[in-house]
């Protein structure tokens, strides 16, 4: 099938190049003209595992094309998607101007009849704008064409997103129309081999499907916070209650993992846009809201149990902790909403030295907070001990997980650990004659 992509971030890109995959002829619009010059370059503006390798072949192979030029694309597709930016405006609100000029765009170059679909994050309601802003451009050229405005929703985790754009675990179509139901159908045929993985249902319902997801995701990372503080304070260990609850299908394993907070492009946006949307319809979000306020107390924690163990906030002035890991995540550079950043300004306001090493996001946070002389990027993880008095560990990388503790002495001045993602068990570090603070390890807080 003929597709037209407008967007070529994180969402346009692979969900373009993962139908170009199976066969599908797809065009990939931006208005950046150096971005599109790169992609026709093999030049990938971001890093996601496997991504440019497919890029590169299926350009090569004729089946993924770059422009800037959108009358040109608009007379490619049969199915256009819209797969541009939702950035938060001052109130949390996702800010539509992308999505409704790229609208305008499709109105005014759409020469025969299509299918629009919305893949960006939307709130409900956004397929009619969306509808609204088409018909008056087009209704502006005295052009009479049918159209069909859907709702598909991606899913794409970071770090991960080419498996969950290649083997979906749902592809949720919200429309109403059946031709472009089938249309879609067809489109995502390759993808649902085995069993049936569509949901059809109507628009608003699939524009809600995304942030229900997310936000309950979200949700299941605050309730743990919350119960890791509780531990914290009762003299409970949070990774035994985690293990003692996941076995139990109707909680299941996956995010339970408390730690230094949620961060990244979608949990802060999405859960603040849902309530917003709430507040708008008139219901009050109180746990929509309680989920964002235990996340951005969360954020805060580690510094915290900082100021505990040196005995008050003055205590920090002059000392030099090093920080592992600045990504919102492993496998990324992305430091959006990340932990370490609101750690990192607390340590500064408090008069400490960061050292910091991060596999991926030294670039990044040197774009973001620029050269200071309370910050040294440090390019390995032992670099960045080298006269720290403290370790402090945000984001879970695979090489932070075993390290060689009896260094760790040696080298901490003050010889203590404060683990934000629960990387390590509190008695080995303690047997090495280090002191250990994790979240929600009241154990820990009860001998330190
Ligand atoms: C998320 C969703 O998973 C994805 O489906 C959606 O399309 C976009 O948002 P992403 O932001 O890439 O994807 O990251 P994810 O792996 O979900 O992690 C989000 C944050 O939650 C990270 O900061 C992570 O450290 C944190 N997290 C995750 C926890 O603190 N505990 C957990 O148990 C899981």
Known sequence: MHVTIFGTGYVGLVTGTCLADVGHDVICVDVDQAKVDGLNNGVIP??????????????????????????????????????VGTPPDEDGSADLKYVLEVARTIGRHMTRPLVVVDKSTVPVGTAD??????????????????????????????????????????????????????????????????????????????????????????????????????????GADVEMVRQGIGSDP????????????????????????????????????????????????????????MVRHYGGVEALRGKTVA???????????????????????????????????????????????????DLVLCEGASEALAGADALAVVTEWKPFRSPDFERLRQTLADRVIFDGRNLYHPDEVETAGIAYYGIGRGRSVRNG
């Open 46 to 83: 971001i890093y996601e595992p496997g991504l440019e390798p497919m890029v590169k072949a299926n350009h090569a192979a004729g089946r993924l094309h770059f422009t800037t030029d959108a009358p040109v694309a608009m007379g490619h597709g049969d199915i256009v998607f819209i797969a």
């Open 250 to 305: 109707r909680i299941g394993w996956h995010f339970i993992y408390p730690g230094a907070g949620y961060g990244g492009s979608c949990f802060p946006k999405d859960v603040q846009a849902l309530a917003r949307i709430a507040q708008q319809h008139g219901v009050e979000p109180r746990l929509l809201d309680a989920v964002e306020a235990v996340n951005y107390h969360q954020k805060g924690h580690l510094f915290e149990l």
């Open 129 to 234: 704008k969306v509808r609204e802003a088409i018909a008056a451009e087009l209704a502006a050229r005295g052009a009479d064409i049918a159209f069909e405005v859907a709702s598909n929703p991606e899913f794409l985790k970071e770090g991960d997103a080419v498996n969950d754009c290649m083997r979906p675990d749902r592809i949720v179509i919200g429309a109403s129309d059946p031709d472009a139901v089938e249309k879609l159908k067809r489109l995502y045929a390759p993808f649902n081999r085995n069993h049936d993985r569509i949901v059809v249902m109507d628009v608003r319902s699939a524009e809600l499907t995304k942030y229900a997801a997310n936000a309950m995701l979200a949700a299941k990372i605050s309730f743990m916070n919350e119960i890791a503080n509780i531990a914290e304070q009762v």
């Open 323 to 373: 920080v592992w890991g600045l990504a919102f995540k492993p496998n990324t550079d992305d430091m959006r909403e990340a932990s370490s950043r609101r750690l990192l300004a607390q340590l500064w306001e408090a008069g400490a030295m960061v050292r910091a090493h991060d596999p991926e996001a030294l670039g990044e946070t040197r774009r973001i907070f620029g050269e200071r002389d």
